[in-house]
């Protein structure tokens, strides 16, 4: 299953593809180098294929849980000064998407969208100190009837030049569902109370829609 951001463009490399593969197959006839282009256009191919693959995730909504909105790596857990909705200190836990990881931003916990706002910036890579707050970004806030407020923020990185953010404020927010999509390494930071017992640590790989990051106690 493929997600809808990528239905266009897969539908253009695919056309842009069979045209080469044909221009080849008829204007080269040396065998070992057009079997050579033939495979490299293919594998660039299925790299786009995968890029927007859409997996079935299997959440089990638990409103005393936080799970990861994206697939990838943990790269930061640390308490912070979030200065652009709550202005005070959290815990933020921000995961690293490679450019092999699924792309699609999950709800890490149900209830209201009371805050969604786009940010332009620039495209630093995603690990660096300052692209959570320099990089282009979207920032929403869901508020749910147990753990309160949490913000996550979907960053771009270096390769990333389209973030779509499907939050609208006042919607209702499932967790797990999608939220919206990043094209290309990115990642995503996710802030919570000081007093939500983590469940990760620095390195973890997790599943977006799956792995609980965080627990209310």
């Known amino acids: 299953m493929f997600h809808k951001e990528g239905y266009k463009i897969i539908m253009i490399s695919m056309l842009i593809f069979a045209g080469i593969i044909l221009l080849v197959d008829n204007l080269i006839h040396v065998e070992w180098l057009r079997t050579s282009i033939m495979v490299i256009f293919l594998i ?35 308490e912070v000064e979030e200065n652009e909705f709550f202005k005070d200190k959290r815990r933020q836990i921000s995961i690293f998407m490679s450019p092999l990881n699924v792309h699609v931003t999950r709800y890490p916990i149900g209830g209201k969208i009371i805050y969604s706002k786009y940010h332009p910036g ?23 009837r147990t753990v309160g407020k949490i913000l996550f923020r979907q960053i771009a990185g270096a390769m990333a030049r389209r973030i779509v953010n499907y939050a609208k404020e006042n919607d209702n927010a499932i967790q797990g569902k999608d939220s919206g999509f990043i094209k290309f390494g990115s990642r995503v930071d996710i802030f919570v109370p000081l007093d939500m017992e983590i469940n990760v640590s620095i390195n ?3 599943k977006g829609g799956e792995t609980v990051i965080a627990t209310y106690v």
């Open 204 to 206: 973890d790989k997790v």
């Open 122 to 144: 620039k495209y630093l890579v995603a690990w660096h100190p300052k692209s959570s707050t320099d990089n282009e970004r979207t920032t929403v806030v869901v508020e749910n």
């Open 44 to 78: 660039l191919f299925v790299l786009i294929l995968q890029f927007f693959r859409n997996p079935k995730r299997h959440t089990t909504e638990n409103d005393n849980q936080i799970i990861a909105a994206v697939d990838g790596k943990v790269v930061v857990i640390e």
